[in-house]
């Protein structure tokens, strides 16, 4: 899971530095609030993260689109809780982006 860019921006780094495993019930809360954003496992999170950060309609249209980042749903949420996957998560104010890691 590589970016088209050798190198990468300031706030990439920054927000893989603010990357973090974490437990389905810390994101529960979230969900809750309706803040929480899937990110498709064969996106690169931070990636996608960043396109929020920097207000790239153009891209983050097109994933919703495609359905590759979608609102966390109520099935998705239930599966997340009955199996407690391994989930990365970073915030992008307001949103909580979250990816499930195979």
Known sequence: ???????????????????????????????????????????DLVSVAEAIANDDTTQVTQWLSAGLVERVQADTAADFAARDPD???????????????H
């Open 1 to 43: 899971m590589t970016s088209n860019n050798a190198t990468h921006s300031p706030l990439y780094a920054k927000l893989l530095a603010e990357t973090a495993k974490i437990g389905w019930p810390e994101l529960e809360r979230f969900f809750a609030r309706g803040m929480l954003l899937r990110v498709a496992s064969d996106l």
């Open 87 to 101: 989930l990365w998560a970073v915030v992008v104010s307001p949103w909580v982006c979250v990816q499930e890691r």
